[in-house]
């Protein structure tokens, strides 16, 4: 019934809209000592910002299938992409420069997509970042191998997070980007 809001719409004026005496001839009732208000907003706004995610996320995939077609990439996004969890994407070119970032790194990170053009994800690490990781993610880079790991990075605002990242080379014949999808790690 969550899921299903046609079943709701006017729930809020049934209850609302209930005289005493048709609550008083419900038999079984349990008697509450505090009340609870229902709004169906609450049950609404769950599904709503679901399906907002799941645009924005389409959205994204629509941008990076533009870049794919821009630069004859053979990969198979798609499947990247249903594989994957993630919030942030992060593209970037051979030297991993970055050319596009998506709004959930924004959320993510707190940097903008102006503020990251051309500059490296390490602008990402810090003091506590494991250096066994980051060169795990050297090497892999280098191999062109997708991997997956996790690593210590900070917000704009110096804040640590963990995060679960996964990088996919991407090209044709020849690398030419890679892409990683990143998830913050409570």
Same mark, same amino acid.
């Given at each position: 019934?969550?899921?299903?809001?046609?079943?709701?719409?006017?729930?809020?004026?049934?209850?609302?809209? *209930?005289?005493?005496?048709?609550?008083?001839?419900?038999?079984?009732?349990?008697?509450? %000592?505090?009340?609870?208000?229902?709004?169906?907003? %609450?049950?609404?706004?769950?599904?709503?910002?679901?399906?907002?995610?799941?645009?924005?996320?389409?959205?994204?995939?629509?941008?990076?299938?533009?870049?794919?077609?821009? $630069?004859?990439?053979?990969?198979?996004?798609?499947?990247?992409?249903?594989?994957?969890?993630?919030?942030?994407?992060?593209?970037? %070119?051979? @030297?991993?420069?970055?050319?596009?970032?998506?709004?959930?790194?924004? @959320?993510?990170?707190?940097?903008?997509?102006?503020?990251?053009?051309?500059? *490296?994800?390490?602008?990402?690490?810090?003091?506590?970042?494991?250096?066994?990781?980051?060169?795990?993610?050297?090497?892999?880079?280098?191999?062109? @191998?997708?991997?997956?790991?996790?690593?210590?990075?900070?917000?704009?605002?110096?804040?640590?997070?963990?995060?679960?990242?996964?990088?996919?080379?991407?090209? @044709?014949?020849?690398?030419? $980007?890679?892409?990683?999808?990143?998830?913050?790690?409570?």
């Amino acid at each position: 019934m969550k899921q299903d809001l046609n079943k709701l719409m006017c729930l809020d004026l049934y209850l609302s809209g *209930t005289p005493a005496q048709s609550e008083a001839s419900i038999e079984n009732v349990t008697k509450v %000592d505090s009340i609870l208000p229902l709004v169906s907003w %609450d049950v609404f706004s769950d599904s709503y910002f679901k399906q907002l995610i799941a645009s924005k996320k389409a959205m994204d995939i629509k941008k990076i299938n533009a870049y794919a077609k821009r $630069h004859g990439w053979k990969n198979d996004l798609q499947t990247i992409f249903d594989a994957t969890d993630f919030e942030a994407i992060i593209l970037c %070119d051979k @030297n991993q420069n970055i050319v596009w970032v998506n709004e959930g790194f924004t @959320n993510m990170t707190g940097y903008t997509k102006k503020e990251v053009l051309g500059k *490296t994800p390490r602008l990402l690490q810090g003091a506590k970042t494991d250096p066994k990781a980051t060169t795990e993610i050297a090497l892999n880079l280098k191999k062109n @191998n997708p991997f997956k790991t996790q690593l210590l990075n900070y917000r704009k605002n110096k804040q640590p997070y963990n995060c679960e990242i996964q990088i996919f080379p991407l090209g @044709n014949v020849e690398m030419t $980007h890679y892409i990683a999808l990143e998830k913050e790690i409570l």
